[in-house]
């Protein structure tokens, strides 16, 4: 849906129309309805792009939008299939000469697993910026309104290209390599434990702490055409560490599975039985990689486990959501732990 432009903002030259910003929509709390605006309950997923549009007028003074309902799930719901046609409506909209950039609506549980795969498969040559709520649409004081406000303004500046995906939620601006849910509540819930956040908003604009990386992308780049269907792709599951961790999990799951992450403690550690069973499934041909249940730091090879001898791949500042995404898309080419070091090593 086109909605009508609005005069220009002193932003824009005068008389130039304003720029088009694609917004495709695939649910979440931005899009969730309560009982009652006092309420702690919700269903995310609720309301349609169109009404989500409609509750901020002022969007029409920044930018003319069409509209795209891709899902509306809670994206504890997210699946592969949804990422395959996310991916492909914004490569095909990247190759629209009319449109500036892209906005995804996005439920915050899993929104940074869609930007970091948006990056693995979608050649980012426009603003692309996900963004969510932490507040359903119908809640009082609701922060979906305002972060739909910034994000439409930072994917029509030229300055949010060249980075990859961003995100932006509560004024500041993440990359999709960083960025992380770390907050089960509140509104201050996204956060780059690394390298911290690389900008914010000031009113309409972006003000970068940086300038974009020399190589456009930081990401190695998987072509969907061929990655064949998501049901098709390789199965990658996380087993997550803890204190007297037994091998039989792991086994069972090596059974099933085509890869394993392991969310460690420490720098991707676990018991020695863990380890052992993780062996004996890099032994059987599962890729096995290590990565940190911490939130942040860096997993590197060799610190207290011979990842070599063992034929694991270590993570790097990956967390575990981000390397199984990382691996599943690394198993369609390769089953070498040595090629998909690699590809974790790519920064
Ligand atoms: N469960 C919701 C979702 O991820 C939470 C949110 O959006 O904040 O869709």
């Given at each position: 849906?086109?909605?009508?432009?609005?005069?220009?903002?002193?932003a824009?030259t005068?008389?130039?129309p304003?720029?088009?910003?694609?917004?495709?929509?695939?649910?979440?709390t931005?899009?969730?309805?309560?009982a009652s605006?006092?309420?702690?309950?919700y269903?995310?997923?609720s309301?349609?792009?169109?009404?989500?549009?409609?509750s901020v007028?002022q969007?029409a003074?920044?930018?003319?939008l069409?509209?795209?309902q891709?899902?509306?799930?809670g994206?504890?719901?997210?699946?592969?299939?949804?990422w395959?046609a996310?991916?492909?409506?914004v490569?095909a909209?990247?190759?629209?000469?009319?449109?500036?950039?892209v906005?995804v609506?996005?439920g915050?549980?899993?929104?940074?697993e869609?930007?970091?795969?948006?990056?693995?498969?979608?050649?980012?040559?426009?603003?692309?910026?996900?963004?969510?709520?932490?507040?359903?649409?119908?809640a009082?004081?609701a922060d979906?309104?305002?972060?739909?406000?910034?994000?439409?303004?930072?994917?029509r500046?030229?300055s949010?290209?060249a980075r990859?995906?961003?995100?932006?939620?509560n004024?500041?601006?993440h990359t999709?390599?960083?960025?992380q849910?770390?907050?089960a509540?509140?509104?201050?819930?996204?956060g780059?434990p690394?390298?911290?956040r690389?900008?914010?908003?000031?009113?309409?604009?972006p003000?970068f702490?940086?300038?974009?990386?020399?190589?456009p992308?930081?990401?190695?780049h998987?072509?969907?055409a061929?990655l064949?269907?998501?049901p098709?792709?390789?199965?990658?599951?996380?087993?997550?560490?803890h204190?007297d961790?037994?091998?039989?999990?792991?086994?069972?799951l090596?059974?099933?599975?085509d890869?394993?992450v392991?969310a460690?403690v420490?720098?991707?550690?676990?018991?020695?039985?863990?380890?052992h069973?993780l062996?004996?499934a890099?032994?059987?041909?599962?890729?096995?990689?290590?990565?940190?249940?911490?939130?942040?730091?860096?997993?590197?090879?060799?610190?207290?486990?011979?990842?070599?001898?063992a034929?694991?791949?270590?993570a790097?500042?990956?967390?575990?959501?981000?390397?199984?995404?990382?691996?599943?898309?690394?198993?369609?080419?390769?089953?070498?732990?040595g090629?998909?070091?690699?590809?974790?090593?790519?920064?």
């Open positions: 849906m086109d909605q009508t432009p609005a005069p220009a903002t002193s824009m005068k008389g130039q304003l720029p088009l910003v694609a917004v495709l929509a695939t649910g979440g931005i899009a969730g309805v309560q605006a006092t309420s702690s309950s269903v995310a997923g309301i349609t792009v169109e009404q989500l549009m409609a007028p969007l003074g920044l930018a003319r069409r509209t795209e891709i899902a509306n799930v994206s504890q719901n997210m699946t592969h299939a949804v395959r996310l991916a492909a409506r490569s909209l990247e190759a629209d000469p009319d449109v500036q950039g906005v609506t996005h915050t549980d899993t929104l940074e869609t930007a970091f795969f948006l990056g693995l498969t979608v050649p980012a040559s426009k603003p692309l910026v996900l963004v969510g709520a932490m507040r359903p649409a119908t009082l004081s979906g309104p305002a972060n739909l406000y910034a994000a439409v303004a930072l994917a500046h030229a949010a290209k990859g995906p961003l995100v932006i939620m004024g500041d601006i999709a390599r960083e960025v849910k770390i907050a509540s509140g509104l201050n819930a996204f780059s690394n390298g911290g690389i900008g914010v908003m000031v009113g309409i604009e003000l702490h940086g300038q974009p990386p020399q190589t992308s930081a990401f190695e998987f072509d969907l061929a064949g269907p998501a098709q792709w390789p199965r990658v599951a996380i087993v997550y560490a204190a961790l037994q091998a039989d999990v792991i086994d069972a090596a059974a099933l599975y890869g394993l392991l460690g420490g720098d991707g550690n676990a018991t020695d039985a863990a380890l069973a062996k004996r890099s032994g059987q041909g599962v890729a096995v990689v290590r990565a940190s249940r911490t939130g942040s730091g860096y997993v590197g090879r060799g610190a207290e486990i011979d990842d070599g001898a034929g694991f791949i270590a790097g500042e990956l967390s575990a959501q981000k390397a199984r995404v990382l691996l599943m898309l690394g198993l369609t080419r390769t089953r070498d732990p090629r998909l070091q690699a590809l974790f090593d790519n920064r």
